[in-house]
């Protein structure tokens, strides 16, 4: 799986857009961009994934750069309970596990 | 989304003995399941990979005879930590693989271990 690079630690205000980048300059042609999160003492939580384009679902936004090499994950509004470990993690969509690094503390702030 | 769930979320239990951990997908049939572990404040460490109907495939560095898996029905699967010790203590996480065009992984709630 290629490798990702995050920052360790996001502070955002309540209310406001949340952008969290992710770099993965090696990604393959065939690799998936997939973003999870985990609230503290729980398992992680799937968010979205895309190819190439960009993508929406009801939790977030995914931005894909034209040259594949970087994205941003996008929570429209943050809230409190947005605070956790967000996984930026590249596989391809047939590939069995998943590869965790170490990911982004997101503290959405009162 | 899927359901997967974890039981038990925590559980403290005496140096020696051992302990079972179950994961089910609720509303999906899952041929293959993995189990993680994870220390405080680092990330997740892939363990075993769970397959119905077969042997588990161990990471390396995992001791197959300590982390029994077995993965007897397409919606269940459970890791005993046999003769647990306090290294052992950890924070256990199980997922669920979803066949699809792209495949995505759910997973469970995690087991809180901690080993007196």
């Known amino acids: 799986d290629a490798k990702t690079t995050q920052p360790p630690s996001m502070d955002c205000a309540e209310g406001r857009a949340a952008n969290l980048p992710c770099n993965h300059s090696?990604?393959?042609?065939?690799?998936?961009v997939y973003w999870y999160r985990q609230i503290h003492s729980q398992g992680p939580q799937y968010i979205i994934h895309g190819l190439k384009n960009n993508e929406t679902n009801e939790m977030a936004s995914l931005i894909i750069t034209e040259d594949r090499k970087s994205s941003t994950l996008i929570l429209p509004h943050a809230t409190l309970r947005d605070t956790a470990v967000y996984y930026c993690?590249?596989?391809?969509?047939?590939?069995?596990?998943?590869?965790f690094g170490s990911g982004t503390q997101l503290t959405v702030l009162p | 989304g899927a359901v997967v769930s974890q039981h038990p979320s925590r559980v403290i239990c005496k140096s020696g003995t051992s302990v079972k951990i179950e994961c089910r997908s609720l509303d999906f049939q899952a041929t293959t399941m993995f189990w993680y572990r994870q220390f405080p404040k680092q990330s997740l460490m892939l363990m075993a990979t769970s397959n119905e109907g077969s042997k588990a495939t161990y990471e390396q560095g995992v001791e197959k005879d300590k982390f029994l898996i077995n993965h007897a029905s397409l919606t269940l699967s459970t890791l005993t930590v046999t003769s647990a010790h306090p290294e052992d203590s950890s924070f256990y996480i199980c997922s669920a693989r979803l066949q699809g065009v792209v495949e995505k992984l759910f997973f469970g709630s995690g087991t809180q271990l901690s080993v007196l």
């Open positions: 993690i590249v596989r391809p969509g047939s590939a069995r596990q998943l590869t």
């Open positions: 090696t990604i393959s042609g065939n690799e998936y």
